[in-house]
């Protein structure tokens, strides 16, 4: 049998107009030790990301109102401050959308994604992650 997985422990913001497709992929990175918030667009996402602090963006590649998960993961890391990693998934199939989605520099992922693809990559991102500084009792950085 398979080596059991080794859980990861990301939070991540998964961002996905698709409510079934959000539903089952929370599913599965919580089954993987994930903390997930999901989020339908760009607007929900940005509420979110400060309670979170995702480590991980995960985003559809296109979503509600002309909005695409290029554009929300800039926004998201322009709010946060500092370049979140993120991952891009598009079922699309049209040379332009992808030449798009390429050009922003997020890795992409096409659909359907094979859960073992997608815990591998996940795993390569939480091994690059630095641990967040303890707080002391004043909240300060230890």
């Known amino acids: ?19 079934i497709v959000c539903a089952s992929m929370q ?11 999901v ?4 607007g929900q ?3 979110l990301a400060p309670a979170l602090r995702p480590e991980l963006i995960i985003s559809d ?24 990693p993120a991952l891009l ?5 049209a040379p332009a959308r992808l030449r798009e989605a ?7 992922l096409h659909k359907p994604v094979a ?3 997608l815990y591998h990559m996940l795993a390569d991102i939480a091994a690059t992650l630095a641990p967040e500084p303890a707080e002391n009792n004043s909240g300060e950085n230890v």
Not at 89 to 93: A, C, E, H, N, P
Request: with cysteine.
């Open 102 to 108: 390429r050009n922003s520099g997020v890795p992409l």
């Open 45 to 47: 996402a940005l509420a």
């Open 61 to 84: 590649y296109r979503l509600r109102d002309q909005q695409t998960g290029a554009g929300a993961i800039a926004a998201l890391r322009q709010q946060a401050g500092r370049s979140v």
């Open 27 to 37: 599913r599965l990175l919580q089954a993987w030790g994930c903390v997930c918030q």
């Open 89 to 93: 998934i598009t079922g699309d199939t």
């Open 115 to 117: 859960p073992a693809q």
């Open 1 to 19: 049998p398979p080596a059991p997985l080794r859980p990861l422990s990301l939070r991540v913001l998964l961002i996905d107009d698709d409510a």
């Open 39 to 42: 989020a339908d667009g760009t």
